[in-house]
């Protein structure tokens, strides 16, 4: 045993506590012992585990402190104690792992305040501390996270101004709510100011705060509410009056006082100047049923619009799919899927208004080669993750689940940052739990998941399927082409070939961490292809794989497609 790298017993109804001499295998990688019943303290001894990158305790009954001698374990990439009883603080000496990406205390007893130090993790990208107990303010040092990627601090204690990091700055309400006092950047938050700052010496003025907070988020249901009801009720009755030649514009922005001063005609004509008529010198793009051009506002601020073509028969516009995606998209919040702005609905014009993405689609990237180098294989890994966030928000978030039917490389977006985003929701369907959801087929052809050419019902797993096509085209740099048809095939000769050498070769090939994190991507790919829609994994459970990753024990360059189509260990 003192030769074991990999130790995984997770869900098999453990109880007892964590023996100490689990200190003693030196070698080991990865330790995953969740979703079992284990009790007790997590004893110190684990520290010993100088090689360890993967500790997973989560979902267990354990309680007692954080040792802190996990600081010891220096080359930890992820740590998850999440969903158990462990008290006391968070240990300062977890600022010490250089190379820890995930860290998730989630749903425990934590207290205390969060130690400076934590700003340390320079390459954290993702960081759970919701539901404990935790007080004071965020670390100033938190500002350092440049990596992160995804944090949620809900349920807590905590207050004062969030970080001035993009992880915080575009953090849904969800991820900040509950807590103490938290202020400035993200919506539904008030911006920090003296009284805030100074609210914990005025008992006072610290409750008046707290009900004006409730009651304007309540009063920001009540307005949303009102206002989706005015724009489907509008809506309906542009059918019946076949379109009157007055332009109007409805907008989903969440300022909804600002919505009542809102001039849709000047709107309407600042975009028609802004585009000169929609000249083709402002074309982006097109879309599943639109162009999309770019305009630059007298306020200063480039959107893109959509503008949606009429039909030959009777010059209308095609009023189902643009009703359609206004209704995918006006309740929508999420960094990964393109802002909505609104929409304008006029007798010469019909369009749709979206934030600006300013690199464009991942397709036109990937085809140029000069571009496509810059990707380097952690934005690449991070696009896939943004993409994942995004579709499990979408099939598993949202009520009715949204899917998207038209999963694409066209249809993936690249920010400044090199972030993903999906767009393109004119194809998009609500799963609506009281219908059987047939439909006909739409999409691109090469990423129309399989089980559509001989059934109309639509399920998420048709999505998982483009998904996974999405990725191999991300990690090769290309469409992925015959080796769709070829990886579950019964013809073996064509699967041996070596992974390293159908990935970009516009790459130096992935090394340590990357390598790991490709052979893991790829993988998890392979099983989102699956022809057997049941056997394919949920976004989920896609995403629960990418947040803590086992050590692969493969070697990457002697690993070939037929070794991860196999790949044992991931029981979706």
Same mark, same amino acid.
């Given at each position: 045993m003192t030769q074991l790298k990999?130790?995984?017993?997770?869900?098999?109804?453990?109880?007892?506590?964590?023996?100490?001499?689990?200190?003693?295998?030196?070698?080991?990688?990865?330790? %995953?012992?969740?979703?079992?019943?284990?009790?007790?303290?997590?004893?110190?001894? %684990?520290?010993?585990?100088?090689?360890?990158?993967?500790?997973?305790?989560?979902?267990?009954?354990?309680?007692?402190?954080?040792?802190?001698?996990?600081?010891?374990?220096?080359?930890?990439?992820?740590?998850?104690l999440s969903q158990n009883k462990i008290k006391g603080c968070i240990p300062p000496e977890i600022g010490n792992l250089q190379f820890l990406s995930v860290l998730d205390l989630s749903q425990n007893l934590l207290t205390g305040r969060i130690s400076p130090d934590l700003g340390k993790l320079r390459v954290l990208e993702i960081l759970n501390v919701s539901h404990n107990g935790l007080s004071g303010s965020i670390p100033h040092s938190f500002a350092d996270l440049l990596a992160l990627t995804f944090v949620d601090v809900s349920y807590n204690d905590l207050e004062g101004p969030l970080p001035n990091v993009k992880a915080f700055k575009v953090a849904p309400f969800e991820a900040i709510w509950h807590n103490k006092g938290l202020c400035r950047f993200v919506v539904g938050l008030q911006k920090c100011n003296i009284s805030t700052m100074s609210k914990k010496h005025n008992q006072h003025s610290g409750a008046r705060i707290f009900i004006i907070l409730v009651l304007s988020f309540s009063g920001?249901?009540?307005?949303?509410?009102?206002?989706?009801?005015?724009?489907?009720?509008?809506?309906?009755?542009?059918? %019946?009056?076949?379109?009157?030649?007055?332009?109007s514009i409805e907008t989903n922005d969440l300022d909804f006082l600002?919505?009542?001063?809102?001039?849709?005609?000047? +709107?309407?004509?600042?975009?028609?100047?802004?585009?000169?008529g929609f000249d083709s010198k402002y074309y982006l793009g097109e879309g599943a049923y639109g162009v999309v051009y770019r305009a630059d506002l007298?306020?200063?601020?480039?959107?893109?619009?959509?503008?949606i073509p009429s039909s030959r028969e009777d010059e209308t516009v095609n009023?189902?799919?643009?009703?359609?995606? %206004?209704?995918?998209?006006?309740?929508?919040?999420?960094?990964?899927?393109?802002?909505?702005?609104? +929409?304008?609905?006029?007798?010469?014009?019909?369009?749709?208004?979206y934030e600006f993405i300013e690199r464009g689609s991942l397709r036109t990237i990937l085809n140029d080669d000069d571009r496509a180098s810059k990707l380097g294989w952690d934005k690449r890994i991070n696009m896939v993750r943004a993409i994942v966030n995004a579709l499990s928000y979408?099939?598993? &978030?949202?009520?009715?689940?949204?899917?998207?039917?038209?999963?694409?490389?066209?249809?993936?977006?690249? &920010?400044?940052?090199?972030?993903?985003?999906?767009? &393109?929701?004119?194809?998009?369907?609500?799963?609506?739990?009281?219908?059987?959801?047939?439909?006909?087929?739409?999409?691109?052809?090469?990423y129309i998941a399989p089980e559509l050419a001989y059934t109309n019902i639509l399920t998420e797993k048709c999505d998982v399927y483009s998904f996974g096509v999405v990725v191999l085209e991300i990690i090769m740099g290309k469409?992925?082409? &015959?080796?769709?048809?070829?990886?579950?095939?019964?013809?073996?000769?064509?699967?041996?070939?070596?992974l390293k050498d159908v990935l970009d070769q516009r790459l130096l090939p992935p090394t340590n961490w990357h390598a790991q994190n490709v052979i893991s991507v790829v993988a998890l790919a392979l099983a989102c292809l699956r022809t057997n829609p049941q056997l394919r994994p949920t976004m989920t459970q896609v995403s629960r794989e990418l947040q803590v990753q086992a050590p692969l024990v493969l070697p990457f360059f002697g690993v070939t497609l037929e070794q991860l189509r196999d790949l044992d260990g991931r029981n979706f």
């Open positions: 990999l130790l995984n017993l997770s869900a098999n109804n453990l109880s007892g506590k964590i023996p100490r001499e689990l200190g003693s295998l030196q070698l080991l990688l990865g330790l %995953i012992l969740n979703n079992n019943g284990i009790s007790g303290n997590i004893p110190h001894q %684990i520290g010993f585990l100088s090689q360890l990158e993967l500790l997973n305790l989560a979902s267990n009954n354990l309680s007692g402190a954080i040792p802190p001698q996990l600081s010891l374990c220096t080359n930890l990439l992820s740590l998850n920001f249901l009540f307005l949303s509410s009102f206002f989706i009801v005015l724009i489907i009720i509008y809506c309906h009755q542009r059918k %019946i009056t076949k379109r009157e030649r007055n332009a600002h919505i009542l001063s809102f001039d849709g005609k000047s +709107f309407y004509e600042q975009i028609m100047e802004a585009t000169e007298p306020t200063g601020q480039t959107v893109a619009v959509k503008k009023i189902v799919l643009f009703e359609r995606e %206004i209704e995918a998209l006006q309740n929508v919040r999420h960094r990964n899927i393109v802002k909505f702005y609104g +929409f304008c609905s006029h007798a010469q014009h019909c369009f749709l208004v979408m099939h598993h &978030d949202c009520f009715p689940p949204l899917i998207h039917r038209d999963l694409t490389s066209t249809n993936i977006l690249l &920010d400044a940052d090199f972030e993903a985003h999906i767009s &393109d929701f004119g194809t998009a369907i609500l799963l609506r739990p009281d219908s059987t959801n047939w439909t006909a087929i739409a999409g691109t052809i090469g469409h992925p082409g &015959d080796y769709l048809s070829l990886v579950f095939s019964s013809s073996q000769s064509e699967l041996q070939t070596p």
